[in-house]
């Protein structure tokens, strides 16, 4: 038996993935706005958007809350997948310079205990917005009820289905 989902199922998971890319956007677009990375026990902060890094995280972020308004006002499964591929990468991406920013306060630190560098909220700002943009790719597999729009599945005639047996 066949299942389609209902219009209105589509148009709630439509939703919560725009909802996602938009706040999953807005998340990492803040996030590279916030110190990454800080000096003197916090009294210097290494914004994010000094570098050509966090004006590149910026960007997708920017991009991922648009992309969230146009798949709410136009749906797409292309839309979709972008959303998500690019939340994935950005989450990918934050990994990696949370690793880099580490190694940066472990080398600091070892050569000029003074500075007392320490790492920023914004890297994990961003990871975190990358993941919520991520579950745009997340989708309900099947209805919860049996819906309406369900084409119906008839045996031809002469089948065990209409109590007849023909052989042939």
């Known amino acids: 038996m066949t299942w389609r989902m209902t219009s209105r199922t589509h148009d709630l998971t439509t939703r919560a993935a725009a909802l996602a890319a938009v706040v999953g956007g807005a998340a990492i677009a803040d996030g ?3 110190p990454w990375m800080s000096f003197y026990g916090g009294l210097k ?3 994010g958007t000094i570098g050509v890094n966090g004006k590149a995280v910026f960007a997708c972020g920017i991009v991922l809350a648009l992309a969230g308004v146009v798949l709410a006002l136009r749906p797409d499964r292309r839309i979709r997948i972008a959303i998500g591929t690019i939340g994935v990468v950005c989450a990918v991406y934050a990994a990696y310079i949370m690793i880099r920013i580490q190694m ?3 080398h600091i630190s070892s050569h000029d205990p003074m500075m007392f560098p320490k790492r920023g909220p914004g890297v994990f700002v961003i990871a975190v917005g990358g993941l919520i943009a991520a ?3 997340l989708r309900r597999r099947g209805p919860s009820a049996p819906s309406d729009t369900a084409p119906m599945e008839t045996a031809p005639m002469g089948t065990a289905a209409t109590g007849e047996l023909s052989i042939a």
Request: hydrophobic content about 60%; proline content about 8%.
């Open 135 to 137: 579950t745009a790719l």
């Open 104 to 106: 940066a306060v472990q």
């Open 32 to 34: 590279a706005h916030l």
């Open 45 to 47: 902060p290494m914004r």
